[in-house]
């Protein structure tokens, strides 16, 4: 099984993985040892902080090994194909996490290696990250079903994969990006019509996060997107999640950040460093459900 898009998992699976984290992040010592003589291979082609080092410490503290093969350093980058890499990295190890600009190079790999593929972010999703975010509400409001989130700014990979897991979940997903900039118009159909849940697309801010339990944003200028800052950073300057947006979500609305954040663009100061803030604690479960999502993929 891979996990390249949340839709490869089945709602029950995907539920099994939040309550799965919960139990590790209670007791941490369940899951040790889990993955002895199990290694995972990185396989990024961008930058990485979160991903790559959760991913590191929950296959130490599972028992297992985890092996950083960027890009840069590997054959890849003297042209050997990704098949062929796939075909290799399978015979090694037990699992291959990748974190590539196209996300055709996941299904490449997916195609050709004969252990677990995890997409560790594409241009078309992020998948571990939302597992992680869905984890995070969860554990911040007891529930997901009728919870309303608003994601405010651009329709990038984060958002897709926001988009799924919100439709398997029930919380209701509010999107406010600029025009030309809206989430994947594809996905967002199959997810409204598998959603028990609103999954609604606007343009204006407000819009979207009046009434909101949760405000989510994330960076103007994705990796690979660096050819369009000017541009980018004219078509979001009304996105910001600053006090004066807040205002107009629910009493008691959390804020989200899938980090890293640019402070002064897409969030202010004031709203991430403030107390309705829980981007930290959003970060740190990134930890613990990566290592469900190993359990799930390679036990
Ligand atoms: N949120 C996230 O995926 O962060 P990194 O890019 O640091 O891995
Ligand atoms: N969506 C952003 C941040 C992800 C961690 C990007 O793709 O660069």
Not at 168 to 183: C, F, H, Q, R
Request: hydrophobic fraction near 40%; glycine fraction near 6%.
């Amino acid at each position: 099984m891979h996990l390249l898009s949340m839709t490869d998992l089945g709602d029950a699976e995907l539920s099994n993985i939040l309550t799965e984290t919960e139990r590790i992040k209670k007791n941490p010592i369940v899951s040790r040892d889990a993955l002895v003589d199990k290694s995972l291979v990185l396989l990024f082609e961008k930058p990485s902080t979160r991903t790559k080092v959760s991913f590191e410490v929950a296959m130490f503290q599972l028992g297992g090994q985890s092996i950083n093969l960027n890009v840069g350093s590997s054959q890849l980058s003297r042209g050997e194909s990704i098949g062929d890499s796939a075909r290799v990295l399978s015979r090694y190890a037990n699992a291959i996490a990748a974190r590539v600009y196209n996300h055709k190079s996941l299904l490449e790999l997916a195609e050709y290696s004969t252990v677990p593929v995890i997409n560790a972010l594409s241009d078309l999703e992020h998948p571990c990250q939302v597992i992680s975010d869905l984890y995070t509400i969860r554990e911040s409001r007891g529930r997901l079903k009728g919870v309303k989130l608003a994601y405010v700014g651009d329709g990038n990979n984060v958002c897709n994969s926001l988009i799924l897991g919100c439709a398997m979940t029930g919380v209701d997903l509010s999107i406010a990006s600029p025009l030309g900039y809206a989430p994947d118009e594809k996905l967002l159909l199959k997810a409204q019509s598998m959603a028990s849940s609103e999954i609604k697309k606007y343009t204006n801010p407000v819009d979207a996060v009046t009434g909101a339990d949760y405000i989510y944003t994330d960076v103007w200028v994705g990796m690979g997107d660096e050819s369009e800052k000017k541009k980018r950073l004219k078509a979001f300057q009304d996105y910001q999640v600053n006090e004066s947006l807040l205002e107009k979500a629910a009493d008691g609305c959390r804020i989200m950040h899938c980090l890293p954040a640019h402070r002064g663009m897409e969030i202010t100061d004031e709203v991430l460093d403030g107390p309705q803030s829980i981007v930290w604690e959003q970060a740190e479960n990134r930890l613990h459900t990566q290592k469900a999502i190993l359990l799930k993929l390679l036990q």
